[in-house]
């Protein structure tokens, strides 16, 4: 089994070796998964719960103090299933993976996806603020009222771009997964790139790409779609280089973004400060 993981695209984070000491971790549990959409949910499920990575607990807060988990994936086959507004799941790569696996949909959202995933198996009503999160909330003045109040305070506070995310494959199947809290102080009920189809996760008979940044110019741009269309003409390095640098010019945002094929070969490439990554079998 061949496993890239990646951590989000950011600031340089605060305890950058043991992060990358987790991620390791992460990629050697994907690889001894049994199938590739084992691979991403056990390189995936560490992280999202790990207040290190902004992912389930401990992640990004929204404009009214709740914090909201998103996910998406897809098999080379074209398998998929995502989650958005979830409260209460740590594991939303799990409930993309219900959606996937267990209905008709591509992607369902809010309670009906939170029910979904709890009558799957699931944990929900988790508690995924953390003293540290609920101290930064509360440090940047959140605001009462109606939605306009809240609109005018997000203008002033939005920001992050981290993520997590995984591709693995054992030279047959492949898939790509993402999974994040989003974006710091977004509105409350803001859904990013992360559950959107081309955006945030792709796969195909040509590879498949897991995209962290920032939502809304990664969205617009549709980043993990081009990276695995660019695999049609570039391996897996170049493909992550071009992807970026098109997705650069385009929109002038900030991203990352790790690119597998079915060979096992690995594209990484960022634009912001900082991406860690690790992969199995390790080259």
Known sequence: MHVVVHGGAGSPPEEPAE????????????????????????????????????AGVGGAVQSDGVVRTEAG????????????????????VDAAATVATQTPHVLL??????????????????QLLTERTRGRYADADPPDGNVADHLAWVRDHFAGTDT???????????????????????????VGDVPQLG??????????????????????????RRAVELLSTFGPRQAAEEALAEFADATGGRAGLVVLDHAGHVGTEYNTDAMQTARTPRE
């Open 19 to 54: 992060r990358q000491s987790t991620l390791a971790a992460a990629a050697s549990s994907g690889g001894e998964a049994e199938s590739p959409l084992d691979a991403v949910r056990a390189a995936i499920r560490p992280l999202e719960r790990d207040p290190a990575f902004n």
């Open 199 to 224: 955006a945030g996760f792709f796969a195909d008979e040509r590879g498949g790409a897991s995209v962290t940044g920032e939502g809304e110019a990664i969205a617009r741009f549709g980043l993990a």
């Open 73 to 92: 994936l897809l098999t080379d086959d074209g398998t998929t299933g995502a989650a958005c507004g979830l409260t209460g799941v740590a594991h939303a």
């Open 109 to 126: 959202a809010g309670d009906p996806a939170v029910e979904l995933a709890a009558a799957n198996g699931v944990d929900t009503d988790e």
């Open 164 to 190: 997590v995310g995984a591709v693995a494959t054992d030279g047959d199947r492949l898939v790509a997964a993402t999974s994040t809290a989003g974006r710091w102080f977004a509105l409350a009920g803001r």
